[in-house]
């Protein structure tokens, strides 16, 4: 489209041609420098995530996000629903980290860690070119009619793409519902669990759908984070960029002739190959600039590199660069803006790092019962009940727990349970309790007493109640 102006824009994006169809992009099998890097990168995130749910620290899966139950695991330490603001601290400081790293370096998280990036590029995509060939076998194959070698092509890919989303599945159910509990489903016999068994199966399919067909779609279209491109990058933000300036020279990119004398011509270092743009697995051509579908893979750096080396000019006409580092030769700076997202973040996981140092193993909380205020009893004994409840955090029962009372001279008596109870790992024990002091030992009718829990000899939890005596105490 046209503006007023005259300029060209597009108002449509990659992945949709001037129809309104699906335009199903073919990317060159990329590589170079930066896809040997990736690739590195995406094995041992491959295997993080895979291996992720089923490593335990201090008996605790290291990550869970069990939603349903309201339990979660980040590297090993369990948050419970009494964690809540430990929790919503952690996702904030995740989301600024995110925020500050694209203030600072565009999508790079999008191109070296996103699991969406890493799945689709370094798994999928990998045995698509392992069974259909690179970029032109792709196209010639998509067009031919239903022959014996499409058929047995497109039934093992799409056979393989589905065992693969099976596993992810798996995986993905293990952070959800943990993995002792996947496992324990998975030696039963899925059908004695048909109530997970449906999730997995819907998973699959979600999964398969999302990597065989949806694609680049979700980067694009789907995940919000891409969306937030828009308001995040500045002309110092550091992303993939083309070099217009040395690219177009004073009269534009122009092919390649020999023995020409470009430099006299005026013409750019861009050969017009368009490397840049069959390698794109979001199909842009990053010559027009930044662009929303851009996920900074990289895969254009290596091809235009390859290029440049080809006819010998220098490396890093596509690279890691600021608008500004292009237009003024300027190097990477921070600016204002990302000084003050720097301080925020080190604020917060300051904040984060003492939360959960101070952080106790074992909650307890004892609560008056509602409605009562205090029983005077013969022998001039006040009793008040309440109403408590410990929560283990930890993988190990906590034995032999008592109650004791600090300062005061009491007694304090547990209801329906015998003195010295246990608290189950990752449980919760409750009952209703009764304190009873004399009342001369009492400073007023309202008294604010420390109660220490102990397991064994050794104090775990203290905690404070309000007692209620009568007003004339003496
Ligand atoms: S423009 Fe380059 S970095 Fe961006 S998605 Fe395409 S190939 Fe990757
Ligand atoms: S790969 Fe490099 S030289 Fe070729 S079209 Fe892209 S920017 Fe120009």
């Keep these: 489209m046209k503006t007023p102006e005259g300029e060209l824009f597009r108002d449509s994006i990659g992945t949709i041609n001037e129809e309104g169809n699906r335009a199903w992009i073919f990317p060159k099998k990329p590589s170079g420098k930066f896809y040997d890097k990736r690739k590195t990168v995406s094995y041992f995130l491959l295997a993080f995530l895979l291996l992720a749910p089923f490593i335990k620290i201090n008996g605790n899966q290291f ?8 339990r979660f695991n980040i590297f090993g330490f369990p948050f419970w629903p009494q964690d809540f603001h430990l929790f919503v601290i952690s996702m904030i400081i995740g989301v ?7 203030v600072g370096f565009g999508r790079l ?4 860690i996103c699991p969406q990036t890493i799945f689709m590029e370094m798994v999928f995509r990998r045995i698509e070119y392992w069974i259909d060939g690179d970029r032109g076998k792709q196209i010639r194959l998509s067009k031919q009619p239903w022959n014996a070698e499409k058929i047995r092509k497109r039934v093992l890919k799409w056979f393989v793409f589905l065992i ?4 992810i599945a ?5 952070y959800l519902i943990g993995s002792d509990k996947l496992i324990k489903y998975i030696t039963d016999g899925p059908f004695q669990h048909v109530g997970t068994l449906i999730p997995l199966i819907i998973f699959t399919a979600l999964f398969y759908f999302v990597f065989a067909w949806f694609r680049e779609q979700v980067c694009i279209i789907a995940c919000p984070y891409g969306r937030l491109q828009g308001v995040l990058l500045d002309n110092k933000s550091v992303v993939v960029a083309y070099d217009h300036k040395r690219g177009e020279g004073q009269s534009g990119r122009k092919k390649i002739r020999k023995n020409e004398d470009r430099q006299a011509l005026g013409h750019g270092d861009c050969i017009d190959c368009f490397q840049c743009v069959h390698v794109c697995p979001t199909g842009i051509d990053i010559r027009n600039g930044t662009q929303l579908e851009c996920v900074n893979c990289t895969a254009c750096i290596d091809e235009c590199d390859t290029m440049m080396d080809n006819v010998g000019f220098p490396r890093g ?7 500004d580092n292009i237009e003024k030769k300027e190097k990477f700076k921070l600016n204002p803006r990302l000084k003050g ?13 003492g939360m959960l140092a101070l952080r106790n193993e074992v909650e307890a909380r004892v609560l008056r019962l509602p409605g009562q205020l205090y029983e005077h009893k013969e022998n001039n004994i006040i009793s008040n009940v309440f109403t408590y409840k410990l929560v283990n955090k930890t993988s190990k029962t906590i034995e032999d727990v008592t109650f004791k009372l600090r300062k005061y001279e009491g007694e304090i008596k547990l209801v329906s349970t015998s003195t010295n109870f ?8 409750e009952g209703t309790l009764f304190i009873e002091i004399d009342k001369n030992n009492l400073s007023g009718d309202k008294n604010k007493l420390m109660i220490e829990v102990y397991s064994g000899d050794l104090l775990i939890e203290t905690t404070t109640v309000n007692f209620l005596g009568p007003r004339s105490y003496k």
């Design 63 to 70: 990550l869970m996000f069990n939603v349903l139950e309201r």
């Design 109 to 112: 998280f999008c191109g070296w």
């Design 317 to 323: 006409l596509i690279r890691y660069a600021s608008e």
């Design 422 to 429: 246990s608290v189950p790992e990752q449980g919760i024990a």
């Design 164 to 167: 693969i989303s099976f596993i």
């Design 170 to 174: 798996n995986v993905f159910l293990a």
């Design 96 to 102: 600024i980290f995110i925020t500050l790293f694209t």
């Design 341 to 353: 997202y720097i301080a925020v973040l080190t604020i917060l996981i300051g904040v984060l790092a």
